[in-house]
Every structure is written in structure tokens, then in C-alpha cells.
């Protein structure tokens, strides 16, 4: 599943933001967030994407890099979390090198 989901980032963008919140989490107010990815290939056979998800009101950001590749019959997963996109993307890449 998690392979489908790098392949088209964007239904899990649509699905973060039509995610219902949990019954305990239902009495706060649930922050305005807007998501963006974009699709990401890296070395050999590195495929996945860029998440960005920030609140509206510009107060809080979250940035990741999802990555997998096959290989000899097993999926290798690559999951980055980082203050910015570029962290995000430089680490992933920097990992990615390691594993080549």
C-alpha cells in the first residue's frame, strides 16, 4: 500500500485533508491546513514524494520526504520529517547516496 501511495502523492494529500478528526481530539478546534506534494525519484529505483503541510494561518509547518524502492523482493522504505522542504529533500538524498 505504502508503494501506491509514493506513486500518487497527491490521493494522500486529499485524504490528509478530508481526514476526520479523532473523538478525543473533536472538542478542540481543528486548525485550517493546507497540503501540497510533489513527486520525487532519487539514485536507482528511489521513487516517492515531498509532503508539505502548513497551517493557514502560517504558524506551524511540517515538511517530509517519502521514499521506496524494491529490492531483491522487499520494499525499503525512506521516511524524512524536517523543518523545511529542502531539509527534508537534502537528507533524503544524502541517504539515498548511502544506500547506492
Not at 508503494?3 to 485524504?15: G, K, M
Not at 478542540?28 to 529505483?45: I, N
Not at 504558524?59 to 531539509?87: D, K, Y
Amino acid at each position: 500500500r505504502l508503494a501506491r501511495i509514493a506513486a500518487d502523492p497527491e490521493r494522500l494529500v486529499a485524504a490528509l485533508l478530508q481526514a476526520k478528526p479523532r473523538p478525543a481530539a473533536a472538542a478542540r478546534p481543528r486548525a485550517k491546513v493546507s497540503a501540497a506534494a510533489e513527486r520525487l525519484r532519487e539514485g536507482d529505483g528511489w521513487r516517492g514524494f515531498l509532503l508539505h503541510l502548513t497551517r493557514q494561518d502560517g504558524s506551524a509547518g511540517a515538511h517530509g520526504a517519502v521514499l521506496t524502492r524494491m529490492a531483491g523482493g522487499s520494499l525499503a522504505v525512506l521516511i524524512v520529517v524536517a523543518p523545511s522542504g529542502e531539509a527534508a529533500l537534502r537528507t533524503a538524498r544524502e541517504v539515498v547516496a548511502q544506500q547506492e
